[in-house]
């Protein structure tokens, strides 16, 4: 046998090992292009911000972390603001972000979002250039709404064809697009994921009986969120809103938040869940940790401050008039504030997954256990 068909077959034999032990440990052997550990993380990740307070900024109560250490607000194509996140992403060993750019922002269903996906490109072409000179690298992935159909506040998305429209341009607005590189989107079996938000709990079903073509979403590996009804998650599901019950187990991809709020009306579609001073969040994370890993854990969120599920710093001391009301403060057990609370436990709790390392205390929990979390600067 020649060296090179000796390497082969080692290549080989130890595919197979890895997919076994994936098997054996009630993982789905789904092959990505993570950073290869037998179990992916990532998370959702929101371009929605304008300069100046624009975007979906009065909306929010929540000021994060800045690149200079303050507090406040910034542009979603900051390429300062993005180049932190992704110094900090890579800190976590975070595999990939999931852009939400749910609300019709692709081919124009909701033509006062059309904005938004290009705050998310500008987040790809700086992915682009940190996987060039890092060793870690973070991966992303577009998250796109067929909960749309029907509703008169998108008059173009009349059946599941928003699908394929979408996943078309997503595809020659990035993946095809020479501006980004196709090897930085994270993929499922050799295909781009392409996760659809859609409230209905048979929508795999109404997508598989569309009649219309599939040309281009056969390009991606389609994953779905919120399909439980009324906005909540389901088993298998990559989002959205969780309840009570927390993490639901499945060996492809696990869901989490620590705490979620869509500030709807009572009756409405309103879903909330309490962080419960960090609880909610710690409890997700030992259900995941306590049984068979998935492939795959999903964190909702990074930054999403209009639906209250962010993990990433930020000042929470503040009701800003007309925002969405109330919010949870970011407060441990020990009544204190703790702006890296959640984003200190995400980071101490992927390095206990990834490496062994003892779980983390999250901040607050006891009148000694701030720590970390309670420094201005993470």
């Not at 938040?257 to 609880?279: C, E, F, S, V």
Request: aromatic content about 12%; proline content about 6%; charged content about 20%.
């Amino acid at each position: 046998m020649t060296l090179s068909k000796t390497i082969k077959f080692f290549l080989g034999v130890f595919s197979i090992f890895l997919q076994l032990s994936c098997i054996e440990a009630g993982a789905s052997p789904i092959k990505t292009n993570g950073n290869g550990d037998p179990t992916d993380v990532g998370i959702w990740y929101c371009a929605n911000w304008d300069a100046n307070g624009g975007g979906w900024w009065p909306l929010a109560s929540y000021r994060p972390l800045l690149p200079d250490g303050s507090y406040g607000m910034h542009d979603g194509s900051d390429v300062v603001v993005i180049d932190f996140h992704l110094q900090k992403l890579a800190e976590a060993q975070i595999d990939f972000i999931l852009f939400d750019d749910t609300n019709g922002d692709f081919n124009g269903y909701g033509p006062q979002n059309v904005w938004i996906r290009e705050k998310s490109k500008a987040v790809c072409a700086r992915i682009k250039l940190w996987n060039r000179s890092h060793s870690w690298k973070i991966k992303y992935a577009f998250a796109i709404g067929s909960f749309m159909i029907g509703d008169r506040g998108y008059p173009t998305a009349t059946d599941y064809d928003v699908i394929e429209q979408q996943a078309r341009c997503v595809a020659q607005e990035v993946l095809l697009n020479n501006d980004y590189d196709s090897n930085d989107y994270y993929q499922i079996d050799e295909k781009p994921l392409l996760v659809v938000l859609d409230y209905n709990t048979d929508a795999r079903t109404r997508w598989a009986n569309h009649p219309g073509g599939k040309t281009w979403a056969n390009r991606f590996a389609i994953r779905w969120a919120g399909t439980s009804g009324g906005y909540s998650v389901a088993a298998g599901d990559y989002g959205w809103a969780m309840n009570a019950v927390g993490v639901l187990l499945h060996p492809e991809v696990e869901y989490l938040q620590p705490g979620h709020d869509n500030h709807l009306p009572a009756g409405a579609g309103w879903m909330h869940t309490l962080r419960k001073n960090g609880d909610y969040y710690v409890n997700n994370w030992d259900r995941i940790l306590g049984n068979p890993l998935p492939r795959i854990i999903m964190i909702g969120a990074f930054n999403d401050y209009t639906e209250d599920s962010a993990v990433w710093t930020a000042d929470t001391s503040v009701d800003y008039p007309k925002s969405r009301l109330p919010i949870e403060r970011w407060q441990g057990h020990d009544g204190q504030l703790h702006p890296s609370m959640y984003w200190d436990y995400t980071v101490g709790i992927i390095r206990t997954l990834r490496h062994g390392t003892p779980k983390p205390i999250m901040a607050g929990s006891t009148p000694a256990s701030g720590g970390a979390a309670d420094r201005r600067h993470p």
